[in-house]
């Protein structure tokens, strides 16, 4: 059994006790939280969510991912600037899927 979950504006297939990284969550790590905007179960599509469907997620951790570089150079004038980035992430593992 599948689903498609909506968290945070994107968009996600899971199954039961995958792991998925989303963007960060203001909980504690151990929490359950519940994702009511389930977009399909199976073969059961949602209008635009399944009705009374959900997914039980629990939190394992907190973190950030890689640092990205960001450089932007203008040629003519010889100036360079230099930028990094580092989004915060939360790893879900999903515990069961509720019809």
Do not use: W
């Not at 599509?45 to 997620?57: D, Q, R, S, T, W």
């Not at 640092?67 to 040629?75: C, D, N």
């Amino acid at each position: 059994m599948f689903a498609i979950i909506s968290v945070g504006n994107k968009q996600y297939k899971v199954e039961k006790d995958s792991a998925i990284y989303v963007e960060k969550i203001v909980n504690e790590p151990g929490s359950l939280i519940s994702v009511k905007e389930v977009l399909m179960v199976d073969d059961k599509i949602g209008n635009p969510f399944v009705k009374g469907a959900e997914v039980v997620c629990q939190i394992e951790k907190h973190g950030k991912q890689e640092k990205i570089h960001i450089i932007h150079h203008i040629s003519q004038k010889h100036h360079t600037k230099r930028m990094g980035h580092r989004q915060k992430y939360t790893k879900l593992i999903v515990k069961e899927i509720k019809i």
